[in-house]
């Protein structure tokens, strides 16, 4: 990709920046360290799309 094309200051852009940046955060770690952020990632990421699935109301 260009600079052109990326836009970091995208509001569609800003998670996955945060979560590229995290990953990369993780994967520096020691193995048992990156296993257990690994782990806890996973459950964060579940837990926010497993709430996506509530019905919301109508205003």
């Known amino acids: 990709m260009t600079d052109e094309t990326m836009q970091p200051d995208a509001p569609e852009d800003r998670e996955p920046s945060a979560l590229l940046s995290r990953l ?3 994967e520096d770690q020691p193995l048992a360290d990156r296993a ?3 782990s806890q990632l ?3 990421l579940r837990a926010r ?3 996506g699935d509530a019905p919301r109301p109508h205003a």
């Open 24 to 26: 990369r955060v993780i």
């Open 36 to 38: 257990a952020a690994l």
């Open 42 to 44: 996973h459950d964060e």
């Open 49 to 51: 799309l497993e709430s």
